[in-house]
């Protein structure tokens, strides 16, 4: 069965500094992959996705995420955070299995991106 | 355009009674899915509905249901409630095809006492 492991339950950074979220998933097969952001007692926010393509995938906000196939890797990254980026961020994947017709996410448990001043 | 429309935010039940869930996907998007949040077990899938038919269901207990109407509005029951069905619920919807990405909701905080 798929899994995602998200090995820093939680990372420490100043303000400004570059932050690096490691996210790393269990099948070989073709996947979908996914990173969400959640701030506290809300839902979950679509950061970024990889579906096919280029391998490098970009946010609005500066976040970026690689796909490396051959490391079954997703890590996401940024080169300067901000207090605002204070948040629980999740990895997710999605098989493409039957054509991708199932919506089924498996998460990661979660990396708590803490920005200091 | 508007979100996913989940309701209630927040409910309290009982152990033993039984408790349903709103779910209002986007507009035009016909694909729901629900996911259980608990500090213990994460983030795990529940099912997903595609035009009123359940079409993936994950590893939880029958006391879990759902149903999907012709017009994308789901709902999910919990019966029997246990104090370990206090969770957040968090709804998503996809559009078509389903792999672009869920939009969640901003979950119900069920707490059950």
């Known amino acids: 069965a798929q899994s995602v492991t998200q090995l820093d339950s939680q990372v420490p950074v100043f303000e400004e500094a570059p932050v690096e979220l490691r996210c790393n998933y269990s099948?070989?097969?073709?996947?979908?992959l996914f990173w969400y952001v959640q701030y506290p007692n809300q839902g979950l926010q679509l950061l970024l996705k990889?579906?096919?393509?280029?391998?490098l995938v970009e946010s609005i906000n500066g976040f970026e995420a690689e796909f490396n196939k051959s490391q079954t890797s997703f890590h996401l990254r940024k080169p300067s955070v901000h207090i605002s980026d204070t948040a629980e961020y999740f990895c997710?994947?999605?098989?493409?299995?039957?054509?991708?017709?199932?919506?089924?996410?498996?998460f990661g448990t979660g990396t708590l991106l803490a920005v200091q001043p | 355009k508007a979100g996913v429309t989940q309701t209630p935010r927040y409910l309290i039940k009982t152990r033993g009674q039984q408790v349903t869930l709103s779910c209002s996907p986007i507009?035009?998007?016909?694909?729901v899915s629900w996911y259980q949040q608990t500090p213990g077990q994460g983030l795990q899938f529940l099912f997903e509905?595609?035009?009123?038919?359940?079409?993936n269901k994950g590893n939880f207990p029958g006391r879990f249901s759902g149903r999907q109407f012709s017009n994308s509005r789901s709902e999910m029951n919990v019966s029997t409630l246990e104090l370990g069905d206090s969770a957040l619920y968090l709804c998503?919807?996809?559009?078509?095809?389903?792999?672009?990405?869920?939009?969640f909701g901003s979950g119900t905080r069920l707490t059950v006492v």
């Open positions: 507009s035009g998007h016909r694909s």
């Open positions: 997710a994947v999605s098989d493409k299995e039957g054509g991708g017709a199932t919506n089924k996410l498996i």
């Open positions: 099948s070989s097969v073709s996947v979908y």
């Open positions: 990889y579906l096919s393509g280029s391998t």
């Open positions: 509905y595609f035009s009123e038919t359940q079409r």
């Open positions: 998503a919807s996809a559009g078509t095809p389903p792999n672009y990405g869920y939009t």
